[in-house]
């Protein structure tokens, strides 16, 4: 209705509304005051009890939220908003907190219990988010705090720090660790080899031993025959 002219605003046909919910179902006139709901202006839709008004306003305010557009529902009646609004709650099928907000007083018990809608305890689960995401930032600000205390210490304790040395220190320790894995590696063979020049050695020792024993036989073999040849002949040994 346009209150200058005293005349109704003229409802939009160019938009489509076949894809609103039920809309197959509804009846001619029904759909008019769908149609008249979601058009531009101010619209006046009117019928006795019964012939489905709440449900029309369901519908509208269901295609206009998901058709991304804002609806504020009021009402003189408590109980006429509640049953609106959880009709198009319904049709919507939405799991959102914070989709549609109920201000004011809830007639309606199960849309009291729906915390999706009641704005103080939308509040309050904010408040609880915003609560643990500042406990959150003050334990990482304190691990900041720690952690640059613990910076300022390793500062403190490299003063002087001298790199050329650190790293001659540091190949030292390197070399000598590798040392010891290659003793450690040798230490086995080294054993064996001792072993085998101590048997070389007691070797060599009875060859001499033996060759020793001969030489005295032959020795004495030679005696006997100059003995037999020339009795009284006095031999000298060359080595003696």
């Keep these: 209705m346009q209150f200058g002219e005293r005349r109704l605003t003229p409802i939009q046909s160019g938009f489509q509304l076949s894809g609103v919910h039920g809309w197959p179902s509804l009846r ?3 759909k008019r005051a769908v149609r008249a709901c979601c058009s531009a202006g101010l619209q006046l839709v009117w019928g006795p009890p019964g012939t489905g008004k709440t449900f029309v306003i369901a519908v509208a305010i269901s295609h206009l939220v ?7 529902l009021v009402s003189n009646n408590n109980i006429a908003v509640d049953t609106a609004l959880s009709e198009a709650l319904r049709i919507l099928g939405t799991d959102r907190d914070g989709q549609a907000i109920r201000v004011g007083n809830i007639g309606l018990p199960a849309l009291a219990a729906d915390r ?12 609880a988010e915003q609560r643990a995401r500042l406990d959150d930032l003050a334990t990482q600000l304190e691990d900041l705090e720690r952690a640059s205390v613990q910076l ?24 000598r660790q590798r040392y010891d894995k290659v003793t450690e590696a040798l230490g086995p063979g080294e054993v064996r ?3 085998a020049r101590a048997e070389s050695r007691m070797h060599e020792l009875r060859l001499v031993s033996l060759a020793c024993c001969e030489a005295a036989d032959r ?20 080595w003696a």
Excluded: K, M, W
């Design 28 to 30: 001619d006139a029904q």
């Design 66 to 72: 998901a058709s991304g557009q804002r609806v504020l």
């Design 116 to 127: 999706r809608v009641r704005l103080d305890q939308l509040v309050e689960a904010r408040q």
């Design 152 to 175: 300022a210490e390793s500062e403190q304790r490299l003063v002087g720090f001298d790199p050329d040395a650190y790293r001659l220190a540091t190949a030292r320790t390197d070399n």
């Design 193 to 195: 080899l001792e072993r």
């Design 219 to 238: 020795e004495a073999e030679i005696r006997e025959s100059l003995a037999a040849v020339e009795p009284h002949r006095s031999i000298t040994p060359s």
